[in-house]
T-cell receptor
Framework: TQLLEQSPQFLSIQEGENLTVYCNSSSVFSSLQWYRQEPGEGPVLLVT?????EVKKLKRLTFQFGDARKDSSLHITAAQTGDTGLYLC???????????FGSGTKLNVKP | NAGVTQTPKFQVLKTGQSMTLQCAQD?????MYWYRQDPGMGLRLIYY???????DKGEVPNGYNVSRLNKREFSLRLESAAPSQTSVYFC??????????FGPGTRLTVT
């Protein structure tokens, strides 16, 4: 059983559509990160959210941390083919020594 | 800056063989981590080192040992490889916050 549950596992959409990826847990996290991973490479950090209710925007990507710091969402507006990849959420419980990753959402954006 | 480097990139082992995966970072980070990534499982923490001279177990430490050789280097050793250890292994580092920087990974197959 994973501490962080991500949904959906797979998402295949057309270019220009919007989408939301969810990351849920019953545990409280001191911070939560979102990463994007391309095939054959390591994950690359997109954003860190720390405060309950926090919203961060990165161009067409909007990240939200739940009020209770147990869940997060990633919303992409007008998806582009370059958004294709594996999106991973990761939470930190307590200090910054133990990270827990979700199982990932594999996004495919078709032209 | 090379960031986080890992060697080798690929390795095939027979059951029972041993090997060491090497990781080095040039960002002067205090904390380093070893993860394994399996399909549908996200990343799972094997061991981490909060600072030079210290190491601690993560979620899945069985079958592995680690050495924090100095501030730059953190190695992962498989003493007697098993097919269940077939995976992609990632090394990561952080300064003092939750943002992790990952290496490119080592793809290990145990036959």
């Amino acid at each position: 059983t994973q501490l962080l549950e991500q949904s959906p596992q797979f998402l295949s959409i057309q270019e220009g559509e919007n989408l939301t990826v969810y990351c849920n847990s019953s545990s409280v996290f001191s911070s939560l990160q979102w990463y994007r991973q391309e095939p054959g490479e390591g994950p690359v950090l997109l954003v860190t959210v720390v405060t309950g209710g926090e919203v961060k925007k990165l161009k067409r990507l909007t990240f939200q941390f739940g009020d209770a710091r147990k869940d997060s969402s990633l919303h992409i507006t007008a998806a582009q083919t370059g958004d294709t990849g594996l999106y991973l959420c990761a939470g930190v419980v307590g200090n910054f020594n133990k990270f827990y990753f979700g199982s990932g959402t594999k996004l495919n954006v078709k032209p | 800056n090379a960031g986080v480097t890992q060697t080798p990139k690929f390795q095939v082992l027979k059951t029972g063989q041993s090997m060491t995966l090497q990781c080095a970072q040039d960002m002067n980070h205090n904390s380093m981590y070893w993860y394994r990534q399996d399909p549908g499982m996200g990343l799972r923490l094997i061991y981490y080192s909060a600072s030079e001279g210290t190491t601690d177990k993560g979620e899945v430490p069985n079958g592995y040992n680690v050495s924090r050789l100095n501030k730059r280097e953190f190695s992962l050793r498989l003493e007697s490889a098993a097919p269940s250890q077939t995976s992609v292994y990632f090394c990561a580092s952080t300064e003092s916050g939750p943002e992790q920087y990952f290496g490119p990974g080592t793809r290990l197959t145990v036959t």
